[in-house]
């Protein structure tokens, strides 16, 4: 891999970590929100638990993809074609 090529990867990569983290103050605000209206509605049944929940869980993923995944190294991808598919 050359230096333009290891470049762009790396802006890349900056670029999905910064979109989580965007991500993340959104699910937080939100999450506040929710709980806002949940609170002026009368307290009652704790529903925002599940849209947040759905939320949180979204972001976990996002973020196994971001930090999580290791990127494809040369012998891998040596590796994988020998095997042939």
């Not at 929940?53 to 891998?76: C, M, Q, R, T």
């Not at 991808?77 to 095997?83: A, D, G, H, N, T």
Request: glycine content about 8%; hydrophobic content about 45%.
């Amino acid at each position: 891999m050359d230096e333009s090529e290891r470049r762009a990867d790396a802006k890349r990569r900056i670029k999905r970590k910064r979109d989580f983290q965007r991500q993340a103050v959104t699910l937080a605000a939100v999450s506040v929100l929710l709980i806002i209206i949940w609170a002026a509605t009368g307290q009652g049944y704790f529903w925002p638990a599940f849209p947040i929940g759905a939320f949180a869980l979204a972001l976990a993923i996002n973020a196994w993809h971001v930090y999580g995944d290791k990127p494809i190294s040369e012998d891998e991808i040596q590796r994988e074609m020998q095997r042939g598919g």
